[in-house]
């Protein structure tokens, strides 16, 4: 295709179509996160808290894979139709969950229709849109975000309160449904790149990839110790072979180029998201604050995330990806900083707009300027696996930070109500935040030769 618009024909409505798509997972996101500790609170089980979060995550690696590798082998409508109905059979089985663990397994079919929807939306903007208009448009899905950010964690937050914590799920099934009328036209008409060699493998991989990393966080929310070690060395054995095959070379030690821009967006969510999951928690059970506090906070953050994610659009080509990037991990490692600060009784629980607010606007940031740096190395043909790897990171990082954060608050040190464990997980995000800017050293600091011809 060859447009100077992502709103103009022949990309108009594709784009469109991508968008409505990212409003659909963005309401279930923000409402889930929002409701969680009262779901959590009727049905029991603390322990699983962050399973409802690393459950969505880890079957997404699956979900990722497989999308990226059948959207160059046969193209992206299908594997987003698949994607649709996945999702909606988990909005359906976590709204009629009548206990913990069947809410973690609606969360993981959720998470697998996730994978799949996201790789063909990042697969889409690689295969279709010029390397001039991929920040534009990754910046208008980030945008996508603004309403369910200014209405949904609100709403979810009234419907819990007001009628049940059900209904956040079970009133979200239309609205992908409604969103796949629309992209499928859109979808159909994109070309089909086939690269069997790069796709084949990549599910079996995905699979121990996502096995392995249950295993390993299933380890180590075990109280018996030789049991646990066996878990968490077995399963990290299984997920670091997997890891190794599906990433580019050299992404464990971030080496300059993109395995550095991979490895960074890898720690970027774990530290962001493995905060935010567990500051509701923080501020209804440890601050005894209402519903509506936790939504409000997410709203902020993802107001700030759309404006972080506009602002490396318009300075990028002049001022460079890397002091973006250190400067949107500088503003989030901030956020996450007072973040911890709600703990404290003298801090005032209302400040938690606030403070989510800088920690979105550091992640829109950093996230964009990764992800653009990333995805311009897709070459032809090989879109969907490029953003497999991109999403690959962003996904296991996530996932990584809440299954080890929810081990941690339910471990006996944290307290009842878990103050030592969030702090706990706060301080480790933190860390995390440094290890991101050691990573960022090797990004790449202006769009590559090749990427620009």
């Given at each position: 295709?060859?447009?100077?618009s ?5 990309l ?17 996101s ?7 500790p009262?779901a ?6 603390l ?11 880890l079957?997404?690696?699956?979900g990722i ?9 046969a193209?992206?409508?299908?594997v ?12 359906v ?20 229709g ?19 208009l991929?920040?534009?448009?990754l910046a ?5 975000w ?6 949904g ?5 009234l ?7 059900r209904?956040?799920?079970?009133g979200?099934?239309?609205l992908?449904?409604i ?5 499928l ?14 796709g084949?493998?990549?599910?079996w ?6 096995f ?8 180590i ?13 077995t399963g990290?054995?299984v997920a670091v ?5 599906l990433l580019p070379?050299?992404?464990?030690v971030?080496r300059?180029g993109l395995?550095a821009?991979?490895?960074s ?15 509701p928690l ?5 601050r ?13 953050a993802?107001?700030?995330w759309?404006?972080g ?7 990028a080509?002049r ?14 490692g901030?956020?996450?900083?007072g973040?911890?600060s709600?703990?404290?009784p003298?801090?005032?629980t ?13 992640m829109g ?11 311009e190395t897709?070459?032809?043909g090989h ?5 497999s ?7 296991l ?5 809440t ?17 030592l ?11 995390a ?19 620009a011809?």
């Amino acid at each position: 295709m060859s447009a100077t618009s992502i709103w103009k024909p022949p990309l108009g409505r594709l784009t469109l179509g991508l968008a409505l798509a990212v409003v659909a997972t963005a309401f279930e996101s923000l409402a889930v996160a929002t409701i969680l500790p009262t779901a959590t609170t009727q049905l029991g089980g603390l322990a699983l808290y962050g399973w409802a979060f690393s459950a969505f995550m880890l079957a997404s690696l699956i979900g990722i894979s497989v999308g990226g590798s059948q959207n160059d082998r046969a193209g992206p409508s299908l594997v987003f139709l698949a994607g649709i109905l996945l999702f909606v059979a988990g909005l359906v089985v976590s709204g009629l969950a009548s206990s913990m663990p069947i809410l973690v397994g609606g969360r993981t079919l959720q998470g697998a229709g996730a994978g799949l929807l996201s790789a063909v939306s990042y697969a889409a903007i690689a295969q279709a849109y010029a390397v001039d208009l991929q920040p534009r448009m990754l910046a208008t899905l980030s945008s996508a975000w603004v309403v369910p950010g200014l209405i949904g964690p609100g709403v979810a937050g009234l419907v819990a309160e007001h009628a049940s914590w059900r209904w956040v799920f079970l009133g979200l099934v239309p609205l992908p449904v409604i969103a796949a009328v629309l992209v499928l036209p859109a979808l159909r008409r994109l070309p089909v790149a086939t690269s069997p060699a790069e796709g084949s493998g990549r599910t079996w991989l995905a699979v121990q990839l996502g096995f392995g990393a249950s295993m390993g966080l299933v380890g180590i929310s075990l109280r018996t110790w030789e049991f646990a070690l066996l878990l968490l060395v077995t399963g990290s054995l299984v997920a670091v072979h997997a890891l190794r095959r599906l990433l580019p070379a050299g992404t464990g030690v971030a080496r300059a180029g993109l395995p550095a821009a991979i490895a960074s967006m890898a720690l970027l969510n774990f530290a962001f998201f493995g905060t935010e999951a567990f500051l509701p928690l923080a501020l209804s059970h440890v601050r005894r604050a209402p519903v509506l506090l936790s939504g409000a906070s997410l709203t902020a953050a993802a107001l700030t995330w759309t404006l972080g994610a506009w602002l490396p659009v318009r300075f990028a080509e002049r001022v460079g990806r890397r002091p973006i990037i250190f400067a949107g991990l500088g503003v989030l490692g901030a956020g996450l900083l007072g973040s911890l600060s709600l703990l404290f009784p003298s801090v005032p629980t209302a400040s938690a707009v606030f403070v989510w607010g800088v920690a979105g606007l550091g992640m829109g940031l950093a996230f964009a300027t990764t992800a653009a740096a990333i995805l311009e190395t897709a070459a032809p043909g090989h879109a969907g696996v490029a953003s497999s790897s991109l999403q690959l990171a962003q996904v296991l990082g996530a996932a990584l930070a809440t299954g080890a954060g929810g081990a941690i608050v339910a471990a006996p040190f944290a307290g009842d109500p878990p103050i030592l464990g969030i702090g706990a997980v706060d301080l480790l995000m933190v860390a995390a935040v440094a290890l991101a800017m050691l990573a960022a050293r090797g990004v790449p600091n202006a769009r590559s030769a090749s990427a620009a011809q």
